[in-house]
Every structure is written in structure tokens, then in C-alpha cells.
């Protein structure tokens, strides 16, 4: 921890205690510099961390006061969802492409998109590695790695894995497209159309998307915001359709955040073992953890080659590279032949480059820097929820990742709310693009992984105004 | 042209016109080095290049001899192919990954590659517009990039259309991982599962596999090894089965090396206009023409946007970095959207990388290189195969590209020659990876697009004896 981090730990502590009060004024910068023995700078890092947890706010020209006793948060939505127990075709995509190309514009703030901000990413480091790993690049190398990829990265990610307690070997590995494409490949090696896959409710829209293209029927599970799918709902769901497969985000679930506890995770690869059905697995967001340990994946707990692991270093390390790989078990042959017949390979220089970043350390250091800013920006971007939105509106508190997924009050229509803010320049995710069906429709998707700004704040203003409009509700009748 | 290359002409121009005539042994390096007046090593390189295109030998100790006044090539393939008329579906794909993973060795004769030698390319070049453009890169790079891809290598490819008369806007471009991508996405694009589609016979086998991945049934059309599809077949075909797409090589047609000539490009642009077929144009072999032009593409005929054209820089420029692209015309917004939701995007640095060495120019001196190597080879090749292969062999003599499509004399089994040459260390592609059925089993494909050693040469003397062996034929029993 460094200074600044344990002086604003020390002054968060007598706030939570309430030896500082709300209301109270803290010392200036040059006073507490003078009395803690820091510099200036450290204090001014220190509270200005403390403003962005909204513990503190600076008032013009009269330093910096405390603004909350304890933090406080918006509530927590406690219900899991409830969808229809019918499968069912999916037709989400025209909505989908609508949001997405709305966050390709810069000077949109950035609430909707699906990615964390490039300036969180250590791309010049990545770029002295690609420089030196494609200057040395054997010619022959273009051969070599051809799927299932570059012998020395898919080392390295065999490595992470070991780190963490999991034995996957090398050639267990197929190199993909990013996550997305190992996804769509495991997804293609077990299903035929007409098939049902079970998904979450939310689900990431991304498996709508590949459900709609491949004429697949979705089985929508209801699906805790906390600890994820509901697993008597699974059974019955296994039971009734005879799924081929289960999409499922196990960790810092895409949208709700949700997390299943490790026994949660045995007993979901149990179940599905006894149905024989695979567990195709989106851990992209397992190294963004808040807290003191990365969660484990399903994969972990596997033990007859059902479940279809995939991840990538997409949004925890080179975003743009599109590198991402699959575990998929006893399916890993199929993948791998369906990876060369449709795009033969990932791009040769970007595995080089991974590999030789990942060899020469500093990625362990990367993640924590990231796991930290992800995690003030959460805290920045849920008191500013409970600031400027309507009251009633709930959202997540996910233990990792950058999505808060808000409930809105009310009878709040988010595809509106969608509009209204583009045309203001505000991107936000509403919640019809994460179900089969268009539900969920007065919640949204809050993309948190971009720095705190005047123009964010600005942002969540407009929006909590347009959302009590829609909403006929009076932004005033708010808790103090 | 350089120096050595003129003298080989001026030799090679005395050998066509009967100044020098077989069995004429030529001037010694130092008697020629010293008349001519160049150096030792221009003229043993001019030597070596006619020795490379079979025109001299060299005798151990004793010096070059004219071996042939004119060249004596294979005779060539005279009729099309003559598949069913029936549609079906397709089943090749083992075959195809059992020979496409026998090429991985690198101690294996790669002469049935699908790739050309990576030696070949401007790697280190290459490496240098990778540095420079990611030390550059903007982080929002990685948003901007995003399908339909980088900007300025869309740019680059626009103005090489406009070089060649072409006019493609940017925007009319969407950038994939290499052609393979383009296709399979283009036939999404316009395909469901059960439709049945027009392909070639013999076809590249990727595109068998794509329908046969795709659940959609083959209508194989007769092709003539030198100018293409059989436009009357092909129009029969139409009428009869109502195809959803064609899937077509114009040039140098991967394996047959055949190329359509404009007036034919144009009769089936116009033929395929009147039925409302669109036509998936693979055009990757364009750029590696050995005439004074390169060939124009079906695209350049089509008014309709019909054409779906798709091409990389896999097999002229950057092998292993996997970027392609496709024109699509009235087909490009679907064609970017299933490039979103299957990969999202194609790797940014390589993308950037090859944006960055288009601009800096020297891509067409290298391609000429390319060019110049590969018609060297091509002819080393048609002179190894005159040697050693039984008689009654023909090969096709494509005027681009690096296959020649071997048509062997009575009942031989590639199949079975496949098998013996990999136990030799030698890998062919045989006849029935290129078609719905695995009809063509006494043809085989043969790359050139390595350079010409003694192990190639060892491996044409095996080649020959396997195939005479299974033929029962005698190999003394040919022409002189």
C-alpha cells in the first residue's frame, strides 16, 4: 500500500468510526502535510481518493469537509429474476448493434460500453514486446503457430492457471480471436440448430447474439444478482429440455456482477455432469477481483472434460490484440478444427507479443494497479447512484469487474432512456439487450471502468433527471 | 531488371532461337566473366537461375550443358471436370485435417502445403512498421479499430483498388482474420442451414468444409483447368437447384491454378445478376500473376454490389498476421455485424502494422520479387515433374499463384500416395480433398511456393517412383 493509500485508510477509519463527523472539516493540505510529516502531494492524493469513495467533497476555496458518516450505497436488488421457464428463439440483435455502435464515437461518455478504458492498460510495455518478439520472429513461426496456437503463450496461461491451483497443460489449449470467438467455437462444437442452450436472466448479449445466428432456443435460468444461477431452477430446466449446453459467467457475471461462492461452482459442475451436458464458461473477468483472491472458476472443480473454459487478455490486459483462448476438455479437438476452418489462426504477432510480456513479468503488478483503480471507480460511480438517481433505484455491488447493474423504480422504460441520453452524449446499456425476450426493461447496465471526471458526474445528473421524468417521479423525494 | 537476370535472358534467348542447342556445354564462369565483362558471381548467378528454370545443368567438375533447346513441359489437362449435377452433402473435412497436419513438421517436403514459404515475405520490413505503429498507438486505438477495422489500412487497400482501376469507397470494406474469415463470414451472410450453394470442381477444400460445417449442400460445376467454371453448366445449375451463393476463385483457382478471362469474369457477373445470385468472390491469389497485369477480379464487372469479394495479405505479404478483408457490396452491413458478434475484430497492431507498411511503400517491389520467385520455381517444378513422373502425366501450367494441378496417367490412388509419401517425409494434397464427394483420385495438388533444393528434387525422384508403383507403370518407359 502506498503512503497516500494508508493516510486516506486512516482518515476513512475515523470517518467509519465517527471521530470525524459529517460536516466536520479536515485539516488543509499544508496543515496535514506539516502534522503527518508527508508531503503535499501524498495528502492531496489522499483526500482526493477520498472524494472520489465520496467520503469527503471539496467546497470552493474552503478545503476539503466529510460528507458521510458511513458510505452510503444504493440498495441491493434481492430478488432473483424470473423468467419465463419456456424456450424460446432469440431476436436481440438489431437492438444490440444500435447500442454498441452509439460507444463508438469518442466524445460519447462511455456508460454503455462492454470495455474498460484503453488508458488502463499497460500498452507500452505490451509494445516493447511485440517490437522485440516480432523482430525475432522466425519466419517459420507462421507455420508453427497455426491453431492451436503459439507453444510459449499458451505455456504462460497454462502457467497463470498453476498459479492459482489448476492443472491445464499446454495442449489443452486453443488460442483464439479473443474470448468471443473461443465462446462461439465451443458453442458450435456441441450444439446443431434447433437445439436449446441454457443461459443466465441477464445474460451477456453477446450469447444471445450467437444463439440467434446458430437457430438456437435459449432457456433463460433465474439468476441471483449476487451468487448467480439458480441451481433447483437449473435441474428442473435440465430435466424438462434437454439442453446440449450451458453458457454460463461464473465470476463478475456480464451484467448483474453476480458470483458464485466455490460450493455453488461444485454443485453446478456436479449437476451438469450427471446430465452429461457441457458448461461452456466466460471467465473473462476472473482477474478483476476486489478482494484478496481471484475466485476459481468452474473448470476448476471439473473432473470428466465437460466444462468449456474460455477467457482472453481482452479486458485485463491487451485490449485490441484480441488473444483469448479456450480449455474446452474432452471437446478440444473439435474446437481446434473448428478454429481452423473458420479463421485457421489468432494473429502471430499479437501471441508473440503476449508471450514474451508474460515471460518477462510485471503482468501480477499490472492487474493490481487495475483492480484497484476498477474498484474506486465503483465506489465513485455508485455514490454518485445514490446522489443523482430516483429513490428506490437499486444496484449491484459486484466484488470485481466494471458493470453495476441498477433496478429502477417505478415504471421506468430504459430503451427510452437509451435514446434520450445518446442524443445528450450519454451511452448506457438498457437492460432489454440482455434477454431473449427484451425484459428487464427498467434496468440498466452502468459501465464503471473509465476514469472519474467533471463529465461523468455531469452525466449521472442528466441521466438520474431523465430517469425520474420517464418515471414521473420527483427527483427532491429523496433520503437526505 | 538486374544484371545477372539479363544475362540469363540473352542465354536463355540463345537456347530458344537455336544459337546454343542441347548438349552445348556453356562458357565457364571465368571464361563468361571475363568476355562478358561482369563478375564471377553475376554470371554464376545467371547460370543458377537457368538451371533453376531447367534450360542448362550442371555436370559434376566438368561444367553447364544445354538441356533443352525449348522447355519441355508436362502436357497439359485438356477437358473440364465433370462432377454430378446433383446437389449434396459434403463430407471431407477428416481427410482435409489429416493432410493439413502433416504439413506442421518442418522437416516434411511441404508439397502439400496450402501456404507458401515463409522465407519469401518481408518479415523484418514488416517488423519495423509493427514497431514503429504500436509505439505510436493511441489507446483509443483499440475502440476506433474496432469492425469495420483501422481506417487508414482501409484506405490502403481502396487506393490498391484504384490502382488497378477499381473503385471501392473505405467504407465498402470490412477488414477480417485473412480471407478464410471473409468467406465463411460472406456465406453466412447470405446462407441458411439445408440452401444449397454453387461451388467449383475441383474446390478449395475450405470451401467444402464451410458447407459442410454450415449444413448446406454442394452444387459442383464442371471447371476447365485453364479459363474456369463451365458458364453453361453453371447457368443449368442456376435454373435447376435456385442456389443462395456461388463460392468462386476467378484466379489462379486454388487448386486448378485456372483464371477466368475478363469477357468470361463479365458473362458471369451478368448470368449471376439475371438469377439474383450473389457470387463470393476468393480472389487471394490475384496479386501473384506472372504476366504484364494483374487480372482483374469478378468485382470490377459487378454494378449489382452482387459480388461479395474477399481477399488478404496472407499470401503476398504477411503471413501469420492473419488480416483479410471483404468487399461485400449490398451485403456489407451484415457481413460487419457477423464480423462483430463471431470475433468482433480483426488484431489492431496488424492491423496498424500493415497500414503503416503500405503507406511507407515497397509493397510492389516485393511483390514483384514474390512474382519473379514463384515463376521460377513454377518452371523448376513443371521440369522435375517432366523427369520424374511416369508419362501420361499432365499438369496445368497457371499463369499465377504456386499449385500445379497433377492429372496422373491410369488407375493410380492419391490417397494411398499421400499415405506412402508422408512415411517418406513428403506431403501432397490428393485430388479428393477438393471435392463434395472425393472424386479426382488420380490428382494431386503440388505447391511450388517453396524454393527449389536437392531435398525437392529427392522428394520429385520418390514421388514419381510411389505413383509408378501404384499405377504399374514403368517410369523408363517415357519419352526421351
Known amino acids: 500500500m502506498k503512503r497516500y493509500e494508508s493516510l486516506a485508510e486512516e482518515i476513512a477509519q475515523s470517518i467509519r468510526t465517527g471521530v470525524l463527523k459529517p460536516g466536520d472539516r479536515l485539516p488543509s493540505v499544508r496543515q496535514a502535510s506539516a502534522s503527518r510529516g508527508v508531503s503535499p502531494s501524498t495528502v492531496f492524493e489522499a483526500y482526493y481518493l477520498l472524494e472520489a469513495r465520496s467520503l469527503i467533497r471539496a467546497r470552493d ?67 516493447k514486446s511485440m517490437a522485440a518478439s516480432v523482430q525475432d520472429m522466425d519466419p517459420w513461426s507462421t507455420v508453427d503457430d497455426l491453431t492451436p496456437g503459439n507453444a510459449a503463450l499458451r505455456r504462460q496461461i497454462a502457467l497463470r492457471y498453476l498459479a492459482d491451483g489448476m492443472h491445464v497443460h499446454p495442449d489443452d489449449i486453443v488460442i483464439t480471436n479473443g474470448a468471443l470467438d473461443a465462446l462461439n467455437l465451443c458453442l458450435q462444437a456441441v450444439t446443431r440448430p434447433g437445439d436449446s442452450v441454457v443461459i443466465e436472466s441477464p445474460a451477456f448479449y453477446a450469447a444471445l447474439q450467437a444463439l440467434e445466428r446458430f437457430g438456437l432456443n435459449a432457456i433463460e435460468v433465474p439468476t441471483h444478482p449476487r451468487d448467480g444461477v439458480d441451481l433447483d431452477a437449473l435441474a428442473r430446466a435440465l430435466t424438462r429440455h434437454k439442453p446440449k449446453a450451458c453458457w454460463m459467467m461464473t465470476n463478475f457475471q456480464n451484467p448483474l456482477g453476480s458470483t458464485m461462492p466455490d460450493e455453488k461452482k461444485q454443485a453446478l459442475v456436479n449437476l451438469l455432469a450427471a446430465h452429461e451436458v457441457p458448461l461452456i464458461e466466460d471467465d473473462v473477468y476472473g482477474e478483476l477481483y476486489f478482494g484478496s483472491k481471484r475466485p476459481a472458476p468452474a473448470k476448476a472443480f471439473d473432473t470428466q472434460g465437460l466444462v468449456m473454459h474460455c477467457s482472453s487478455f481482452s479486458k485485463c490486459l491487451a485490449p485490441g490484440y484480441r488473444i483469448g483462448w479456450a480449455v474446452p476438455g474432452r471437446y478440444a479437438k473439435d474446437v481446434a478444427r473448428l478454429k481452423l476452418t473458420t479463421t485457421l489462426s489468432a494473429s502471430a504477432p499479437a501471441q508473440a507479443a503476449l508471450a514474451d510480456y508474460l515471460a518477462k513479468g510485471g503482468y501480477d503488478k499490472h492487474l493490481r494497479q487495475l483492480r484497484h483503480a476498477l474498484s474506486v471507480q465503483q465506489s465513485a460511480m455508485m455514490q454518485a447512484v445514490v446522489r443523482h438517481f430516483p429513490r428506490g433505484t437499486k444496484s449491484t455491488r459486484p466484488g470485481g469487474g466494471y458493470f453495476l447493474w441498477i433496478e429502477l423504480p417505478g415504471n421506468v422504460d430504459t430503451l427510452e432512456i437509451h435514446r434520450q441520453a445518446l442524443a445528450q452524449g450519454i451511452s448506457v446499456a438498457p437492460g432489454p439487450m440482455f434477454s431473449a425476450k427484451r425484459g428487464f426493461r427498467n434496468c440498466l447496465r452502468i459501465n464503471y471502468g473509465h476514469a472519474w471526471t467533471a463529465k461523468t458526474e455531469e452525466a449521472l445528473v442528466t441521466l438520474g433527471r431523465l430517469i425520474a421524468a420517464n418515471g414521473k417521479m420527483n427527483l427532491m423525494d429523496k433520503e437526505p
Open 61 to 127: 476555496r474552503s478545503g476539503y469537509y466529510v460528507i458521510a458518516g458511513t458510505k452510503v450505497l444504493p440498495p441491493e436488488p434481492e430478488l432473483p429474476s424470473h423468467p419465463s421457464d419456456e424456450s424460446a428463439p432469440v431476436d436481440v440483435s438489431e437492438l444490440v448493434f444500435e447500442v454498441l455502435e452509439s460507444i463508438k464515437t469518442r466524445d460519447v461518455v462511455p456508460l454503455g460500453s462492454a470495455f474498460p478504458s484503453p488508458l488502463l492498460f499497460p500498452l507500452p510495455r505490451l509494445a
